[in-house]
C-alpha cells in the first residue's frame, strides 16, 4: 500500500499536540474524508473532511508527524493523499481546516447533483457515462 502524502502546517501540528496532551497512550489522529453525494456515478461533487482521536486499526495506514501519528482508512487514501492540513483563527472561521488541491474541481453537473443534471454540463466531464 503506497504511503498517504500529507501537509501539515505548523500551526495545526501544533494545535493537535496540545490536544493530544489530554488524550490517553496509543491514540492517534483520524483524518477519514467522505465524497459529497451528488453528481453522477457519486463523484461530483465536494469531499468532506473530519478528524478525530482514535487507535489505530489493522488497515489503516499510518503517517508519523513530528510528535503525533495520523491514521487514515483504506477508503479515504485516495481523497486524503494529498491533502493539506491547517488550523486558522479568523473572524469568520476557527478551526483545523482540511483542502486537497490534488483533488478535481466538481463540475456543474456534480454540483447539480444526481443523473436527472448530467449531459448539462458534458463538455467538462458531465454526462451519465461516468467511468
Do not use: H, W
Not at 487514515?72 to 488550523?87: C, E, H, K, Q
Not at 443523473?115 to 458534458?122: A, D, F, I, L
Amino acid at each position: 500500500m503506497p504511503e498517504v502524502q500529507l501537509e501539515i502546517r505548523p500551526t495545526a501540528a501544533d494545535q493537535v499536540r496540545r490536544l493530544m496532551a489530554g488524550q490517553t497512550n496509543g491514540v492517534a489522529v483520524r483524518v477519514y474524508a467522505q465524497p459529497g453525494g451528488g453528481g453522477c456515478c457519486g463523484g461530483g461533487s465536494a469531499v468532506q473532511f473530519g478528524m478525530a482521536f482514535a487507535k489505530p486499526r489493522r488497515d489503516d495506514e499510518v503517517v508519523k508527524v513530528d510528535g503525533f501519528q495520523v491514521i487514515v482508512d483504506p477508503t479515504s487514501i485516495p481523497f486524503v493523499n494529498g491533502a493539506v492540513i491547517d488550523y486558522v483563527e479568523t473572524l469568520e472561521e476557527s478551526g483545523f481546516k482540511i483542502t486537497n488541491p490534488t483533488l478535481p474541481e466538481p463540475d456543474a453537473a456534480g454540483l447539480q447533483g444526481g443523473c436527472t443534471s448530467c449531459g448539462s454540463n458534458s463538455a467538462n466531464g458531465g454526462g451519465c457515462g461516468c467511468g
